[in-house]
């Protein structure tokens, strides 16, 4: 959840109508279910594992199978980096992959604990503001990357986990405990320091 305007993350199966022409990803207010994925699939990590700040995650759209994605592209409302739904089960590459960072002195993630997930490849962190789409996706917020650290690019994991700490459990296991199919959680993932370091598990 977006922390300032309490807007979810969401996509839907409609392109871009500039930019990359990919599968648009917006905020909006209805409550979505993401699920988190490793970049590197058959790296398995335990049962109960916490997710520890500086992990890289990717996050799939439950649908569609389209991976959280962005570029050098510009969005359409605030021309900052564009973020779509790209690829699929077979098709993934580095533009999926996002850095967990924890706000605050903490080490591993729980629930409703500010969070930012920064894109490896462009740097940008995973930004919301009110500039909301008024035709296609009428309404609803538009989610772009930014460079810099803003009060904007912090999000919440809010609803729902039967215990605080957000942990690997496991495959398809829901992090967002509601109905309606947006993104899936799992419980591959490959770990990286927050120096980019890899880390074993």
């Keep these: ?21 990919q599968q648009s990803v917006t905020d909006f207010l209805l409550l979505m ?4 994925t490793g970049p590197q699939p058959g790296t398995d990590v335990k049962q ?8 890289i995650i990717r996050l799939q759209h439950m649908r569609t199978r389209k991976w959280l994605h ?3 592209h510009l969005s359409p409302i605030s021309g900052n980096l564009e973020v779509s739904c790209f690829g699929g089960e077979t098709e993934s590459d580095t533009g999926d992959y ?8 903490g080490k591993t993630w729980k629930q409703d604990q500010r969070i930012r997930l920064q894109h490896v490849d462009t740097g940008g962190y995973l930004h ?8 296609i996706a009428g309404g609803q917020q538009e989610v772009c990357g930014v460079r810099e650290k803003r009060a904007d690019n912090l999000w919440l994991a809010a609803e729902a986990l039967d215990f605080p700490q957000v942990l690997w459990a ?7 405990n509601v109905d309606l199919p947006a993104f899936i959680y799992e419980d591959r993932i490959w770990g990286r320091a927050a120096d980019g370091q890899p880390q074993s598990h």
């Design 48 to 55: 109960g594992e916490t997710i520890k700040t500086g992990t």
């Design 70 to 72: 962005s570029h050098l």
């Design 170 to 176: 496991g495959r398809n296991i829901v992090l967002f």
């Design 1 to 21: 959840m977006h922390e300032r305007t309490k807007f979810r993350l969401h996509s839907h199966d409609v392109p871009y109508g500039s930019g990359s022409g």
């Design 33 to 36: 279910i993401p699920i988190v």
């Design 98 to 105: 996002w850095r967990l960072l924890i706000e605050g002195s």
């Design 128 to 135: 919301s503001h009110d500039k909301k789409y008024q035709r």
